[in-house]
């Protein structure tokens, strides 16, 4: 999935790391499952008793890195007396149903859920209002942001009783089964490349760029050459592999498309798709020539620090405090986002929606039955007009909102268009560079908060 969110110095946010006792099965009564320990992250800084509590879902990482890097939460908590909370997703960071154990067997990994960790959350804020003398009143709102903004949202849906409003970010809640065209993330990534300076040329380079990886690859010795001009740990045995790896780091850059430095992903500087570009977007590229001048591109995207001296991994895309193990068991089973892409249409490598392939893959992988449309199912597909209180944000740059609500479902489902904007900018810390519209967009969140906050108290 679409992924998340730093400066290249993040504020140092003041909270306690504390854990709560959760039964590994909430929807099962066997006895013998277990329990575990569920890590969440809270600060009474700002808050005074009765006031709101500001939760935030946690994605497929660890619950450190959202915390300090959703300035959002934490420059509006003062203003509205808010205690944050930021709850540990089952299965990731520090929350291990099984410990060590947990990813060693599909039997141990049957607990990773998106319902499950629904459930989790939904206990931990009854644990706080429990033991927190003068919560017991206290209105929760729910955030996040892409997978976490899923959550928030999908935490509204399913326990209204619970949270009184939600703010998603980013949050492609459609990317499911054929609600969108599964062509429309390669699309809006391309058309982050083609806006730039010289974009045009930038996205012809890249769209030519497939091909040549193949026809060098299928040339003498062109495992070892490719490794060899790409930096790669080991040599390509596998082109199609390699090529996805090549291609998320292009998907990469347009989600974290900002127009400061920041740490999102790996330390970047402000609009590095411009960057990216600049190495490529001259004259038209060919033969090794080409290659070579990919190869800044990821130099460029893993080590713009300069600290990154040894080979490139062509299994790992991101930083380490992202779950990859976890996603792809989550992926494979419930959280079936089909990407395609057309070679008319966007700059990245031709690829078909093949569903039967993919859980074949999956079943290979994880010994799981793969159930595409059951997300649709559990959540309400585009059937959402029966929900309230949910504020969907999008920046129109950001792949991951072609999956998202940018329009308005009814007068409480409201959709903001983040013009210029990446992955769930809004939720980020303030920044002298942000545009208008992001500020607007905060703006409104906050109006609809007082609103859900003032209904809930009434």
């Known amino acids: 999935t679409a992924r998340r969110f730093a400066t290249t110095s993040p504020p140092q946010y003041v909270y306690k790391t504390q854990y709560v006792e959760q039964p590994i099965d909430h929807f099962g009564f066997e006895e013998d499952v277990g329990v575990y320990k569920q890590r969440y992250l809270i600060s009474c800084e700002f808050w005074k008793p009765g006031k709101p509590i500001f939760f935030y879902a946690g994605n497929e990482g660890d619950i450190t890195w959202f915390c300090n890097n959703t300035g959002f939460m934490w420059e509006i908590a003062?203003?509205?007396?808010?205690?944050?909370?930021?709850?540990?997703?089952?299965?990731?960071?520090?929350?291990?149903?099984?410990?060590?154990?947990?990813?060693?067997?599909?039997h141990n990994l049957q607990y990773l859920s998106?319902?499950?960790?629904?459930?989790?959350?939904?206990?931990?804020?009854?644990?706080?209002?429990?033991?927190?003398?003068g919560a017991q009143a206290s209105s929760v709102v729910a955030f996040g942001?892409?997978?976490?903004?899923?959550?928030?949202?999908?935490?509204?849906?399913?326990?209204?009783?619970i949270v009184v409003g939600a703010i998603a970010a980013s949050a492609p809640i459609w990317q499911f089964a054929n609600l969108v065209p599964c062509d429309t993330l390669d699309v809006i990534a391309s058309r982050a490349f083609r806006r730039t300076p010289g974009g045009e040329q930038c996205f012809e380079?890249?769209?030519?760029?497939?091909?040549?990886?193949?026809?060098?690859?299928?040339?003498?010795?062109?495992?070892?050459?490719?490794s060899g001009i790409f930096n790669t740990c080991k040599f390509v045995w596998d082109v199609k592999p390699f090529i996805d790896w090549l291609s998320k780091i292009?998907?990469?850059?347009?989600?974290?498309?900002?127009?400061?430095?920041?740490?999102?992903?790996?330390?970047?500087?402000?609009?590095?798709?411009?960057?990216?570009?600049?190495?490529?977007?001259?004259?038209?590229?060919?033969?090794?020539?080409?290659?070579?001048?990919?190869?800044?591109?990821?130099?460029?995207?893993f080590n713009?620090?300069?600290?990154?001296?040894?080979?490139?991994?062509?299994?790992?895309?991101?930083?380490?405090?992202?779950?990859?193990?976890?996603?792809?068991?989550?992926?494979?089973?419930?959280?079936?986002?089909?990407?395609?892409?057309?070679?008319?249409?966007?700059?990245?490598?031709?690829?078909?929606?093949?569903?039967?392939?993919?859980?074949?893959?999956?079943?290979?992988?994880?010994?799981?039955?793969?159930?595409?449309?059951?997300?649709?199912?559990?959540?309400?597909?585009?059937?959402?007009?029966?929900?309230?209180?949910?504020?969907?944000?999008?920046?129109?740059?950001?792949?991951?909102?072609?999956?998202?609500?940018?329009?308005?479902?009814s007068d409480t489902l409201t959709a903001i268009a983040i013009a210029g904007g990446a992955h769930h900018l809004d939720l980020r810390s303030s920044n002298p560079h942000d545009p208008q519209s992001v500020i607007d967009a905060r703006n409104i969140e906050k109006e609809h908060i007082w609103k859900w906050i003032g209904l809930s108290t009434a």
């Open 114 to 133: 998106s319902e499950q960790a629904l459930a989790d959350f939904v206990l931990l804020i009854e644990h706080i209002k429990e033991t927190q003398p």
């Open 145 to 161: 942001g892409s997978y976490g903004g899923m959550l928030a949202a999908w935490l509204r849906m399913k326990y209204p009783n």
């Open 205 to 226: 380079n890249i769209r030519s760029l497939w091909k040549n990886v193949m026809d060098t690859w299928n040339g003498e010795h062109g495992e070892q050459l490719l």
């Open 78 to 106: 003062p203003e509205f007396q808010a205690m944050l909370l930021f709850a540990e997703h089952r299965y990731y960071g520090d929350s291990l149903p099984f410990g060590p154990d947990s990813y060693n067997t599909s």
């Open 304 to 409: 713009y620090t300069g600290e990154h001296t040894s080979c490139f991994n062509t299994s790992t895309q991101a930083s380490a405090s992202l779950g990859d193990r976890g996603w792809d068991y989550q992926a494979c089973t419930e959280m079936v986002m089909p990407v395609c892409s057309d070679y008319e249409t966007s700059m990245f490598p031709p690829a078909e929606w093949d569903v039967e392939a993919y859980a074949e893959s999956c079943a290979k992988r994880w010994n799981v039955t793969t159930r595409p449309d059951w997300v649709v199912l559990e959540y309400g597909g585009k059937d959402i007009s029966s929900y309230s209180n949910i504020v969907f944000s999008n920046g129109d740059l950001d792949p991951w909102s072609g999956g998202g609500v940018t329009t308005n479902v």
């Open 250 to 301: 292009f998907r990469n850059l347009a989600t974290v498309n900002y127009p400061y430095p920041a740490s999102a992903l790996e330390p970047l500087p402000a609009w590095p798709v411009s960057v990216a570009c600049s190495f490529i977007n001259e004259s038209v590229l060919t033969g090794e020539e080409q290659l070579l001048a990919v190869s800044k591109i990821v130099n460029f995207y």
